[in-house]
C-alpha cells in the first residue's frame, strides 16, 4: 500500500485549498482514509476520515464546517477540501489508511492507521 499527498502551498487566511491523496494497492477500496496533521513542535492530530463501508465522514471539531473530506473509489483518490483557512491550519498534512475493520471508537486514533503518505505543507499566513 502507497500513499501519496499533494496539494498543499501557501494562502492567505480566509482562502482554500484542496489536497489530494492517490492510492495504490487495496487500501481506499475496503478501509477508512483519513487525512491527519502535525504542525511543527506539536504531536500529529487527527483532521477528518472517510468510511467507505458507510459512506460516513467524522471530523476534527476545530475543523467541521470548514473542510471536507470526500474522494473516488474507482480511481483511489481521496481529497480533503479546505475552506476559511486560519493560521492554525498551518502544517503539514497526511493521508492515510486505517487498517480493516477499524472500530468506530478509534477512528480519529492514529494508531489506527498503519499506512501513511508523505506529508504535504500547508501554510497559512494572516
Known amino acids: 500500500v502507497q500513499l501519496q499527498a499533494f496539494g498543499g502551498g501557501s494562502v492567505q487566511a480566509g482562502g482554500s485549498l484542496r489536497l489530494s491523496c492517490a492510492a495504490s494497492g487495496r487500501a481506499i477500496r475496503t478501509s477508512p482514509m483519513g487525512w491527519f496533521r502535525q504542525a511543527p513542535g506539536k504531536e500529529r492530530e487527527f483532521v477528518a476520515t472517510?468510511?467507505?463501508?458507510?459512506?460516513?465522514?467524522y471530523y476534527a471539531d476545530s475543523v467541521r464546517g470548514r473542510f471536507s473530506i470526500s474522494g473516488d473509489r474507482a480511481k483511489n483518490l481521496v481529497y480533503l477540501q479546505m475552506n476559511n483557512l486560519k493560521p492554525e491550519d498551518t502544517a503539514v498534512y497526511y493521508c492515510?489508511?486505517?487498517?480493516?475493520?477499524?472500530?468506530?471508537?478509534?477512528?480519529?486514533?492514529?494508531?489506527?492507521?498503519?499506512?501513511w503518505g508523505q506529508g504535504t505543507l500547508v501554510t497559512v499566513s494572516s
Open positions: 472517510i468510511r467507505w463501508s458507510s459512506s460516513n465522514t
Open positions: 492515510a489508511a486505517a487498517k480493516q475493520g477499524v472500530i468506530l471508537s478509534q477512528i480519529r486514533n492514529k494508531d489506527a492507521y498503519p499506512y
